[in-house]
């Protein structure tokens, strides 16, 4: 993901913003987004993003302490496990 215009896009972007934005950091963000929505999936965020591993997205998706109890709570009432 590194290309001239793409280069020059993202340093128009920061200058704009007044702030850094990298075309990594914009993939983190994006993952992480993406496994914030109700309909989450990993699959599909390696897909986007042209991992061949797993492994490599989850490193890409930072969770929260509210968005992984929220995970939790939600895989746990829909199973009815308590």
């Known amino acids: ?11 128009r ?10 075309p990594h950091r914009f993939r983190h963000t994006i993952a992480t987004e993406m496994m914030k929505s109700p309909d989450r999936n990993l699959k599909v965020v390696q897909t986007l993003l042209g991992h061949s591993s797993i492994a490599v997205t989850l490193e890409y998706v930072e969770g929260d302490i509210d968005s992984l109890r929220l995970a ?3 895989t746990f ?3 009815e496990v308590f």
């Open 13 to 22: 972007l920061s200058v704009e913003c007044r702030c850094t934005i990298s």
């Open 1 to 11: 993901m590194d290309s001239p215009p793409l280069r020059s896009f993202f340093r």
């Open 72 to 74: 939790l709570e939600e």
């Open 77 to 79: 009432e829909r199973k």
